[in-house]
């Protein structure tokens, strides 16, 4: 008789007895009993083919009565092609994926909405609301994955929509829906059948509290494409970002915001970030253009200092990369020879952005400083730079894009790093600047031209 063999369902770690934890991925439940196996036979797949051979032409649905979402896809649903949806609960997934069905339908086209979490009723509620209802969407509530590969197999839908991966079983396997296994099982049963259908698929996909795709890694690899809703579920601002296309480039964002009938585009992208018209003589915040894709987009940066009480020094940062703020701030004591180890610092990056371009090191730099000094700064002021730990200031790459963004909406200064090709052609001044010291002089030209500098703090 065999000795039975353990497999990690996660990173396929073979063991010779069960365990709870997988020592290779630090996965917890993904191994179980697998019956080796001896030879097997072949499968029928079609034989190697000359390259030259393979019709490229694969059928492409667009979207382009959503300009957003077609802008993130780049080139559209390619037939045979697998998208997973992933985001937190209640950020807009089933929204979306209800308001692509009706892109579908509207193409003459059907769709197999496939929900395991939520009732017809609901879905047809939703439906109503989004004014999606159409003859050619068909809703399916199920939870297991032989009915749903038997409905495709037997409806031929052009368009699948699996809401969602976590609550579908497959009864051959044992596990509680959203274990590792059962989702890489069924994700891969729906994988194999999109493929034979030359259907597309989308899985709608839940995150865990860490924020990775709840499920094994290989469900990242299992599918051509992967979308991820982000954005402060809170407000109405909704980020749709691509981690992985194999149709096209991840470069590009779509911004939208969550209306009473859907998800829309926004009127003005560039200020999408920027939750209110900006005041004037305001200290501890700064305006930073950050290129997402070939757009620009300018984000507000605010910063809090106050001194502390006992204790430690609290720092918080929302939107922000806690390391690099530290790195930031320790880079500021540094070269200004000021002391904020007894000071509480908060920073936040509104609308719900996360920031990561090094780009905005500078903003983020000057808003901390602004606050320090209390700092009453024009409204009307840009900043662009990456910050070195030697304090001083590199070029960026697109600065003439900032640049030309800034002075297309009317703003009057832009600290800049000095860049022989910057333009000057522009309606901006630019204040050009090498190190942290030229900066915070710029800082206090622009702020004395606009209000009374304040007494340091
Ligand atoms: N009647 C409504 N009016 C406006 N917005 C709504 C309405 N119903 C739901 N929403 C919005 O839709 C969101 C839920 O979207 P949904 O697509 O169900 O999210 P997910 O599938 O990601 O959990 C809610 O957070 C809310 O913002
Ligand atoms: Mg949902």
Same mark, same amino acid.
Request: net charge positive; hydrophobic share 35%; charged share 20%.
């Given at each position: 008789?065999?000795?039975?063999?353990?497999?990690?369902?996660?990173?396929?770690?073979?063991?010779?007895?069960?365990?709870?934890?997988?020592?290779?991925?630090?996965?917890?439940?993904?191994?179980?009993?697998?019956?080796?196996?001896?030879?097997?036979?072949?499968?029928?797949?079609?034989?190697?083919?000359?390259?030259?051979?393979?019709?490229?032409?694969?059928?492409?649905?667009?979207?382009?009565?959503?300009?957003?979402?077609?802008?993130?896809?780049?080139?559209?649903?390619?037939?045979?092609?697998?998208?997973?949806?992933?985001?937190?609960?209640?950020?807009?997934?089933?929204?979306?994926?209800?308001?692509?069905?009706?892109?579908?339908?509207?193409?003459?086209?059907?769709?197999?909405?496939?929900?395991?979490?939520? %009732?017809?009723? #609901?879905?047809?509620?939703? /439906? +109503? &609301? *989004?004014?999606?209802?159409? @003859?050619?969407?068909?809703?399916?509530?199920?939870?297991?994955?032989?009915?749903?590969?038997?409905?495709?197999?037997?409806?031929?839908?052009?368009?699948?929509?699996?809401?969602?991966?976590?609550?579908?079983?497959?009864?051959?396997?044992?596990?509680?829906?959203? %274990?590792?296994? #059962?989702?890489?099982?069924? /994700? +891969? &049963? *729906?994988?194999?059948?999109? @493929?034979?259908?030359?259907?597309?698929?989308?899985?709608?996909?839940?995150?865990?509290?860490?924020?990775?795709?709840?499920?094994?890694?290989?469900?990242?690899?299992?599918?051509?494409?992967?979308?991820?809703?982000?954005?402060?579920?809170?407000?109405?601002?909704?980020?749709?970002?691509?981690?992985?296309?194999?149709?096209?480039?991840?470069?590009?964002?779509?911004?939208?915001?969550?209306?009473?009938?859907?998800?829309?585009?926004?009127?003005?992208?560039?200020?999408?970030?920027?939750?209110?018209?900006?005041?004037?003589?305001?200290?501890?915040?700064?305006?930073?253009?950050?290129?997402?894709?070939?757009?620009?987009?300018?984000?507000?940066?605010?910063?809090?200092?106050?001194?502390?009480?006992?204790?430690?020094?609290?720092?918080?940062?929302?939107?922000?990369?806690?390391?690099?703020?530290?790195?930031?701030?320790?880079?500021?004591?540094?070269?200004?020879?000021?002391?904020?180890?007894?000071?509480?610092?908060?920073?936040?990056?509104?609308?719900?952005?996360?920031?990561?371009?090094?780009?905005?090191?500078?903003?983020?730099?000057?808003?901390?400083?602004?606050?320090?000094?209390?700092?009453?700064?024009?409204?009307?002021?840009?900043?662009?730079?990456?910050?070195?730990?030697?304090?001083?200031?590199?070029?960026?790459?697109?600065?003439?894009?900032?640049?030309?963004?800034?002075?297309?909406?009317?703003?009057?200064?832009?600290?800049?790093?000095?860049?022989?090709?910057?333009?000057?052609?522009?309606?901006?001044?630019?204040?050009?600047?090498?190190?942290?010291?030229?900066?915070?002089?710029?800082?206090?030209?622009?702020?004395?031209?606009?209000?009374?500098?304040?007494?340091?703090?």
């Amino acid at each position: 008789m065999k000795s039975p063999v353990f497999v990690c369902q996660s990173c396929q770690e073979p063991y010779t007895r069960w365990q709870g934890q997988c020592n290779q991925c630090l996965e917890w439940n993904s191994i179980y009993e697998t019956v080796a196996k001896g030879p097997v036979a072949l499968d029928a797949s079609p034989p190697p083919t000359p390259i030259t051979d393979i019709d490229i032409n694969s059928p492409v649905l667009y979207t382009k009565t959503l300009p957003e979402l077609d802008r993130v896809l780049g080139n559209g649903l390619v037939m045979g092609a697998t998208t997973l949806l992933g985001g937190e609960p209640g950020i807009g997934k089933s929204t979306l994926a209800m308001q692509l069905a009706k892109i579908v339908t509207d193409s003459q086209l059907s769709v197999l909405y496939v929900s395991a979490e939520e %009732s017809t009723t #609901q879905l047809a509620l939703r /439906a +109503n &609301r *989004l004014n999606c209802l159409s @003859k050619a969407l068909t809703v399916y509530t199920t939870q297991s994955m032989s009915n749903i590969v038997d409905q495709i197999q037997k409806q031929r839908p052009s368009i699948v929509i699996l809401d969602s991966i976590q609550v579908v079983k497959d009864t051959g396997l044992p596990g509680v829906p959203g %274990s590792v296994s #059962q989702v890489h099982h069924c /994700a +891969n &049963r *729906l994988v194999s059948v999109t @493929k034979t259908m030359g259907c597309h698929s989308i899985i709608v996909g839940h995150i865990t509290k860490e924020g990775g795709l709840a499920g094994p890694k290989v469900l990242e690899h299992l599918v051509d494409i992967i979308l991820f809703f982000e954005g402060d579920r809170y407000q109405s601002q909704r980020i749709l970002r691509c981690f992985k296309n194999r149709y096209g480039s991840t470069e590009e964002i779509g911004l939208f915001t969550m209306e009473k009938n859907g998800l829309v585009a926004n009127r003005h992208p560039e200020k999408s970030f920027l939750d209110r018209p900006l005041k004037p003589n305001q200290s501890g915040s700064m305006i930073v253009p950050i290129q997402e894709g070939s757009r620009v987009f300018l984000i507000e940066i605010q910063a809090l200092v106050v001194s502390s009480g006992y204790g430690m020094a609290k720092r918080t940062f929302v939107g922000v990369d806690q390391n690099r703020i530290n790195i930031l701030i320790a880079t500021l004591e540094k070269n200004l020879s000021i002391k904020l180890s007894n000071k509480d610092i908060f920073v936040t990056v509104i609308g719900g952005y996360k920031l990561s371009q090094p780009a905005a090191d500078l903003g983020i730099l000057l808003s901390i400083l602004s606050a320090f000094y209390t700092l009453p700064l024009s409204h009307l002021l840009g900043v662009v730079g990456e910050v070195d730990l030697t304090g001083h200031i590199r070029p960026v790459k697109q600065l003439n894009k900032y640049i030309q963004e800034l002075s297309g909406l009317g703003f009057q200064y832009c600290i800049a790093p000095h860049q022989p090709n910057s333009t000057k052609n522009t309606t901006l001044t630019i204040l050009e600047a090498t190190t942290i010291q030229d900066a915070v002089q710029h800082l206090l030209k622009v702020s004395k031209k606009n209000g009374k500098v304040a007494e340091s703090g």
